[in-house]
Each structure stands twice: as structure tokens, then as C-alpha cells.
């Protein structure tokens, strides 16, 4: 069973459009994340949840949008797509927010979903 | 600001030992991670060091020296498979992890 699964792997689109990306994660944790990685290898954490509530909203351009509809659930929507969107998003989840910052769990990483804007 | 630095990429020997290093400055300080990222897949967890010293682990081993701000993976017995990037992460006060660009390690035959 795939622990955090993320749909779709691979999204090339057009700029302009609008994307969403799915996050779901089977194990009963309260934290979910979203990370970008770009083309230099930056993770750079964009979002975080905790039991579908936003606690960590780093400077994202109000065209990203999360969205938790349950705990197992963070999708990512983004709007008016533009070229620096592109790069890898990757979805993941802790216990809690503090395990996952204190070593007492870790972050589970999903497989990560290449977007390509042209 | 808050900063990790590590090399951006590294080339070592099959069967050696590398080290690879990783300074960083954050505001308050909960932890060191190291974790591991082949080509194309997900990061995934090694090591987390929260006090000074050396932590073993099998072929891995993370050295922490919080008075330094700097911390290291060392790898032994170097295997093909573990040509990868290597990222260096430390949480924050707020539990944030703020995460290094990763060291590329090649390794040779």
C-alpha cells in the first residue's frame, strides 16, 4: 500500500490554465504538506495542515490554493499557471507537526508531481 | 535569515567513505535531518540528530555540533546504489524544516 500517493505524476499545461494536483495519505496522520523543489534542488515548504486546518502559509502567490476537504486529503490548486510555476510539487505528512519537526516521526514523501508550464 | 549550506555535489569511489558536510542557520533549533533523494523519487528519511555527536546507523552515521551550526553525514562502504542527492534539514522554532539544496553524490566503479 502507498502510503502518500499523489495524482497526477507528470502535468505539462499551457500558461494560463488552471491545475490541481491530488495528495491522499493512508496513514492516519494529522499533518500534510506541500513542498515545491525546483530546478535547484530547493525543497521549499509551501503549505502545511494540521487536521485540515492551514498552520503554515509561507509567501505563495495567492494563485495557489490548498484545499483539506478531511485529514487523509491536501490537494493543490493553481490558477493562471505561469513558467516559474514549474517544477516538482511534492505532497507529504507527519504525525503531527511536531514529531515531524523533532525526529520523534518523520515526514513520509509522496512520489511528487512533475509540472512543466510552457 | 535562515540558511543550509552543503556542497552541491560530491564524486567518491565504490567501497570508499565520504563525508558530506552541512552548516546552517536558523531561527531557534529543533533538530538536524539528512535525508535521501535518488533521480526522479521522493525524499526519504536517514538521520535526525538533536544533540552533539555522532549518531550510527549501519553504513550511515550523522555527526551534530549545535555550538558550530554544523552537522555531517558520513558514509561507508560506499555501494553504487547510493549515488543520490543528499539533503541536509533543520527545523526551526516554529517546527519548520528549512531544507538545504542537496549534495549530488556520484559514485564510481
Known amino acids: 500500500d502507498t502510503a502518500v500517493s499523489q495524482t497526477p505524476k507528470y502535468l505539462v499545461t499551457q500558461m494560463g490554465n488552471d491545475k490541481s494536483i491530488k495528495c491522499e495519505q493512508n496513514?492516519?496522520?494529522?499533518?500534510m504538506y506541500w513542498y515545491k523543489q525546483d530546478s535547484k534542488k530547493f525543497l521549499k515548504i509551501m503549505f502545511s495542515?494540521?487536521?485540515?486546518?492551514?498552520?503554515i502559509n509561507e509567501t505563495v502567490p495567492n494563485r495557489f490554493s490548498p484545499k483539506s476537504p478531511d485529514k487523509a486529503h491536501l490537494n493543490l490548486h493553481i490558477n493562471s499557471l505561469e513558467l516559474g510555476d514549474s517544477a516538482v510539487y511534492f505532497c507529504?505528512?507527519?504525525?503531527?507537526?511536531?514529531?515531524?519537526?523533532?525526529?520523534?516521526?518523520?515526514?513520509?514523501f509522496g512520489p511528487g508531481t512533475r509540472l512543466t508550464v510552457l | 535569515g535562515q540558511n543550509i549550506d552543503q556542497p552541491t555535489e560530491m564524486t567518491a569511489t565504490e567501497g570508499a567513505i565520504v563525508q558530506i558536510n552541512c552548516t546552517y542557520q536558523?531561527?531557534?533549533?529543533?533538530?538536524l535531518f539528512w535525508y535521501q533523494q535518488h533521480a526522479g523519487e521522493a525524499p526519504t528519511f536517514l538521520s535526525y540528530?538533536?544533540l552533539d555527536g555522532l549518531e550510527e546507523k549501519g553504513r550511515f552515521s550523522s555527526f551534530l555540533s549545535r555550538s558550530k551550526g554544523y552537522s555531517y553525514l558520513l558514509l561507508k562502504e560506499l555501494q553504487m546504489k547510493d549515488s543520490a542527492s543528499y539533503l541536509c534539514?533543520?527545523?526551526?522554532?516554529?517546527?519548520?524544516?528549512?531544507w538545504g539544496a542537496g549534495t549530488k553524490l556520484i559514485i564510481k566503479p
Open positions: 507529504a505528512s507527519s504525525q503531527d507537526l511536531v514529531s515531524g519537526a523533532l525526529g520523534l516521526d518523520t515526514q513520509y
Open positions: 534539514a533543520a527545523s526551526d522554532s516554529n517546527y519548520q524544516l528549512i
Open positions: 540528530n538533536v
Open positions: 495542515y494540521n487536521n485540515k486546518e492551514l498552520i
Open positions: 536558523t531561527s531557534g533549533f529543533n533538530g
Open positions: 496513514l492516519g496522520h494529522d499533518t
